[in-house]
């Protein structure tokens, strides 16, 4: 054994993170944590590195330094032929090239004494490369070199980490650090041997600190699937998503704010056949329609993340794997998070269609830009070197091979994956909008021409047909000022909060739940509740799709209204998150799945059975029931007392009395945990009755699209009387300014969640002058509201 730096081999307990440039980023991470983390209870599977100086002394021994500078000279990565030939040349040159006798000895006995240690004669373990330019705070890149899973034997395990040698020059990787500026033979490469862990009878995913989409700092994002861990990385499958809220991780509340169950289609395992060391069975049906972690150990995990983030003092990117042998948990891998990293919160960088357009596929966005260009299917790596510049790569799953092609994508779709497999890792590094799993884009997209991809929609990602035109606005955070009125934020979607959790705005003034239930619930949840009562046999069957995975409706209901409310809770905790009661009309309601079977036929439902009377009516108080019983979950559980609530349509004193003693019997009493009950002010008996209903709610907020046409009497639907809508009209500025003196009077604050202000300023004005408390806005108008709003002289002292 040499000593100090010479040494081939070093046990990972040897190894810190200061290390990089003898072991590699991967390597010294690992060391790092079996040395620091596990006396505070995260397991690391032992192992060992070869080292740099083993690499450099592999090339010395077979002369092969001059032959790869010789080989790479000139090189245009652009090429993608070119970058090809060269990376194969050197790859075979270091294959045909023997390890020094000395070094197999010394790998021979790492691996024997590791092999003891678990008590095997020859143990299973990954092989990991790990360059000494990978996995930098500043530089990372998914897949750069080779990883093999299940090796065994010393003969095994001396060909695979003469493979992962070469895997230094694989094409990705030689183009990556031509892009990056590094040096070819000043990187050096180490070998990392680990003990497996037996994940392929358990599951195994992908761990962020932080949110991959919008750079959310306060969530952990766990990714998790069955088997091992590779069919996550490499997009194969759709995996379960959890989010958990790290200010709660260390409270008695609970921190799981979102599940999403994948699809899993497949499970990689051990294989016994010929030479293939791991291999791809389908998921049984039962196990596709159930989480692949428990509530528990995904709270084990994040405190576990939050924990390595703390040591390395920034966001990180982890492996994690659960033994089903033993049942525990075990980290394998954790690299610093980059992307985000590198990013100017301080600029706000948004990308806005400026016009819809057909829409071919849809599936989960990456990131929040757009790209045009003309569709290119992919089907395999032999078709890489004829990708043109500027196209849109469509392809069934990207590969690390492709990195040379992917940065030349004007956008990238893909059938499959999930957020943090391949394409998507990539894609964001690179700064290109990208969509994952699409399921049928290879097969619809080449039927067209030129593609727009659009991931500033939301979580959804959509391509559209044709050149769509976008505009990119970018807003300097730091130049917006405070104001006396608050400024806040109207959402829906919860998928778009933590893209709006670095506005300057000062909470929601208006969560609305009926996005959630349209798009996340889709069923009426009278049908939820009595699935009986559904007697068409295809709407039935397709409830019984949409809630599988739950034990009942009901459950399925809660978990998802409250998770979608959390979500945006936590984007803004803990500045206050005002959540309106579900406002669906009979109509809306009848046209969720199941819905005709519960709701009557109105003539006028703008005025008919919604709001406050709809709570309390037979027919529908056990559903409004399961709707408090998610906002207790949001406030008590999860630990989100930021969440207000706001009562829609409340026609009387009387019917506000029922709807306050309703939410009070099912844990929503006014007054109790810091919860604020505020009323919506939309029909002319709001302001006529203000001092009562000051009385009986903590505030009001204004909805200007019930109040001017009830005040107007006019239907705003209707195209022959819409000239006449207007909420600049003298009725309506009037309600408004008597609503704000009598509303004040009684020291309750006065609110408005609509878009006239940010549409006429002359009102936006008016308002400021009859001392508004805030105004809630969408998000593209905020920015612009709250300049506007400074500059009428009511800055924040």
């Known amino acids: 054994m040499k000593s100090g730096k010479k040494r081939y081999v070093l046990w990972f307990n040897e190894i810190r993170v200061s290390d990089v440039p003898l072991v590699g980023g991967k390597n010294a991470s690992l060391g790092e944590m079996c040395q620091k983390l596990g006396k505070k209870g995260i397991r690391v599977p032992n192992g060992f590195a070869l080292t740099a100086e083993a690499y450099r002394y592999f090339l010395r021994s077979n002369n092969l330094d001059g032959k790869i500078k010789q080989i790479l000279q000139k090189l ?92 230094l020059f694989t094409n990705r990787a030689i183009s990556y650090r031509e892009d990056q500026g590094f040096d070819h033979l000043q990187t050096a490469l180490s070998v990392g041997v680990q003990k497996m862990v037996r994940s392929d009878k358990a599951s195994a995913g992908v761990m962020f600190t932080i949110d991959t989409e919008s750079g959310f700092g306060n969530v952990v994002l766990i990714n998790s699937a069955w088997g091992l861990g590779e069919n996550i990385v490499k997009g194969r499958v759709v995996p379960d998503e959890f989010l958990v809220f790290k200010p709660m991780i260390d409270t008695s509340h609970d921190p799981i704010i979102s599940k999403e169950l994948g699809s899993k289609e497949l499970r990689m395992v051990y294989s016994m056949e010929g030479n293939e060391m791991t291999k791809n069975v389908p998921v049984i049906a039962s196990d596709r329609r159930r989480f692949s972690l428990t509530d528990d150990e995904v709270k084990q995990l ?32 954790a690299r610093p998070e980059t992307v985000h990293t590198r990013r100017d919160v301080r600029v706000l960088e948004e990308y806005v269609m400026n016009k819809s357009g057909k829409v071919i596929i849809e599936g989960t966005a990456v990131g929040s830009k757009v790209g045009t260009g003309m569709v290119q299917l992919v089907k395999d ?13 469509v392809t069934e799953m990207t590969d690390p091979d492709w990195e040379p092609i992917m940065k030349k994508a ?38 067209y021409k030129t593609v727009t991809v659009s991931c500033a929609e939301g979580t959804v990602g959509k391509v559209y047909e044709g050149n769509v035109p976008f505009t990119i606005k970018k807003t300097n955070l730091r130049t917006i000022p405070k104001t ?77 209204l409250s998770h979608g ?52 009516s037979p027919a529908f108080k056990e559903a409004f029931e399961m709707e408090c019983e998610a906002l207790v979950r949001v406030r008590k559980v999860h630990g989100l007392r930021n969440v207000q609530i706001m009562v829609p349509f409340c026609r009387t004193i009387d019917e506000g009395k029922d709807v306050l003693s309703l939410l009070s019997k099912n844990g929503l009493a006014r007054g109790k945990d810091g919860l604020r009950v505020l ?85 936006a004005k008016f308002l400021v002058q009859q001392g508004i408390d805030s105004m809630s806005l969408e998000p593209d108008s905020l920015v612009k509201t709250k300049l506007m709003v400074s500059r009428m002289g009511r800055k924040r002292k």
Not at 418 to 445: D, N, Y
């Open 565 to 616: 409310i959390a979500r945006i809770a936590a984007a803004f905790y803990p500045k206050d998150v005002i959540v309106r009661l579900s406002d669906f009309k009979t109509n809306e309601y009848a046209n969720l799945l199941g819905g005709k079977f519960f709701e009557p036929v109105e003539s006028n439902p703008m005025i008919g059975f919604r709001g406050a009377s709809r709570y309390m």
């Open 679 to 763: 009323v919506m002010c939309e029909i002319p008996s709001n302001v006529v009755l203000a001092d009562k209903f000051s009385k009986l709610f903590d505030g009001f907020s204004i909805g200007t699209n019930d109040l001017t046409q009830l005040a107007l009497g006019l239907d705003r639907d209707s195209a022959l009387v819409s000239y006449l809508y207007d909420e600049r009209d003298e009725t309506v500025k009037r309600m408004l300014s008597s609503l704000i003196k009598t509303a004040h009077r009684y020291k309750r604050t006065v609110g408005i969640c609509g878009e006239a202000p940010s549409n006429y300023p002359e009102f």
């Open 76 to 167: 245009d990565t652009h090429d993608v032929a070119d970058l090809a030939e060269r990376g194969l040349a050197i790859r075979q040159m270091i294959l045909e090239s023997p390890l020094p006798s000395d070094l197999q000895e010394e790998v021979v006995q790492a691996y024997q004494k590791l092999s003891s240690g678990y008590r095997s004669r020859a143990v299973d373990v990954a092989v990991r490369s790990s360059a000494t330019s990978e996995d930098l705070p500043n530089a990372s890149f998914a897949g750069q070199q080779e990883s093999y899973l299940n090796v065994r034997g010393a003969y095994s395990l001396l060909d695979i980490c003469k493979k992962c040698i070469a895997s």
């Open 302 to 333: 994040a405190v576990w993340g939050v924990t390595i983030e703390k040591h390395y003092g920034r966001p990180m990117d982890i492996e994690w794997a659960k033994d089903g042998v033993s049942g525990e948990l075990n980290i394998v891998q």
């Open 484 to 560: 006396k009125t608050k400024i806040m934020l109207n959402l829906a979607n919860p998928d778009a909060a933590f893209e709006c959790a670095d506005f300057p705005s000062d909470g929601v003034g208006l969560a609305r739940e009926e996005f959630i239930i349209s798009n996340f619930i889709k069923v009426h949840p009278n049908a939820l509740l009595h699935p009986e009562k559904v007697t068409d046999p295809k709407e039935s069957a397709q409830i019984t799709e949409v809630i599988r995975g739950y034990r009942s409706g009901r459950e399925f209901y809660v978990d998802k």
């Open 381 to 393: 790596v032999r078709q890489i070197a004829d990708f043109q510049k500027g196209n849109v790569l």
């Open 410 to 447: 004007a956008a990238i779709v893909t059938d499959s994956g999930g957020k943090t497999c391949h394409a998507a890792i990539v894609s964001r590094e690179l700064g290109i909008p990208c969509i994952v799993g699409t399921i049928h884009g290879t097969s619809v997209l080449p039927k």
